[in-house]
């Protein structure tokens, strides 16, 4: 699997939140949410909350095959959670958190989970895109928005209808992120598709799937040729040439494209060993037993 990434902050003299990562056969794109000040709740941080989670999950997507998608995810939280239980306030509504999406490559075809406003696009052959995304948390902060970008940054009133906005997380009718319950794993949008005929996946933070949703300069089949033509570079530089013409304050933004999926595929399938038999016959060289022999 050939995989391109491009992450930029939202500010030079911010800390990227969003993390991304990748192997041979599994991507996985975190990005992360919190207030700033709030280093009292957890000394770590937004950004090591995302990096954790994303390093931990890719690391159990490659030693646990067997396992879904969604238990592993759940499993990644849990350990992440374990990791600062017990120096920070896990459960405090402002507590580093996180939106998810993941692709892995397994036994002819491509598995994928988004939990939270991360988005996940398979491109097919001749066909429309396949678009996995969770509006759970969009519909919800909707009502919150406005108010939110008009307070200013870091001030008691936009911390407080960001505390607002959180309290319907994690629960139901609200919308769900990684935290500190492993359980919101449950909730995420998982599935398959055959790996046969698609050409390319690409995973999205929010800040750079607002080319669609926010600022509609293209759609995702325009989306996918620019990827194809010039890389994740080039939309994360139309999405800041967009916040900068329209006065909207930049977001992180990330993109992870991924091609060459049927040979990332193939490579990943056990090879058939060839188990030596007794010798009671010589065989010919040149014979296809022959040459099967001396490529093991």
């Not at 090591?48 to 159990?60: D, F, I, Q, V």
């Amino acid at each position: 699997m050939r995989v391109t990434m491009t992450s930029v902050p939202k500010r030079a003299d911010r800390a990227n939140e969003d993390f991304t990562c990748a192997g041979p056969t599994a991507a996985v794109l975190i990005d992360g949410a919190g207030i700033p000040g709030a280093e009292s709740i957890c000394r770590h941080g937004v950004a090591w909350y995302a990096a954790r989670l994303g390093g931990c999950l890719l690391s159990l997507l490659s030693l646990a095959q067997d396992r879904g998608l969604p238990a592993l995810l759940a499993e990644a939280i849990e350990q992440v959670t374990d990791d600062h239980r017990d120096t920070c306030d896990v459960a405090d509504p402002i507590s580093p958190s996180a939106t998810v999406a993941v692709l892995r490559l397994s036994g002819g075809l491509l598995e994928y989970l988004v939990l939270g406003d991360s988005i996940l696009v398979l491109d097919g052959a001749g066909a429309a895109p396949f678009v996995v995304c969770d509006p759970r948390e969009v519909i919800i902060s909707r009502s919150y928005q406005p108010a939110i970008e008009a307070a200013a940054e870091g001030g008691d009133e936009r911390r407080r209808l960001l505390r607002d906005l959180r309290a319907n997380r994690n629960r139901p009718g609200g919308f769900w992120l990684a935290k500190d319950d492993p359980r919101a794993a449950a909730e995420a949008i998982a599935g398959s598709r055959p790996i046969s005929g698609l050409t390319a996946a690409v995973l999205l933070s929010n800040g750079a799937g607002r080319i669609v949703d926010r600022f509609r300069l293209a759609d995702w089949p325009q989306v996918l040729a620019v990827l194809a033509a010039s890389g994740p570079a080039e939309i994360i530089r139309q999405v800041r040439e967009a916040e900068a013409r329209h006065g909207v304050a930049a977001d992180d933004a990330t993109i992870t494209y991924c091609t060459d999926l049927s040979e990332a595929a193939d490579a990943a399938r056990p090879a058939v060993q060839l188990m030596p038999g007794p010798r009671t016959a010589r065989v010919p060289t040149g014979s296809r037993a022959t040459r099967a022999r001396r490529t093991r």
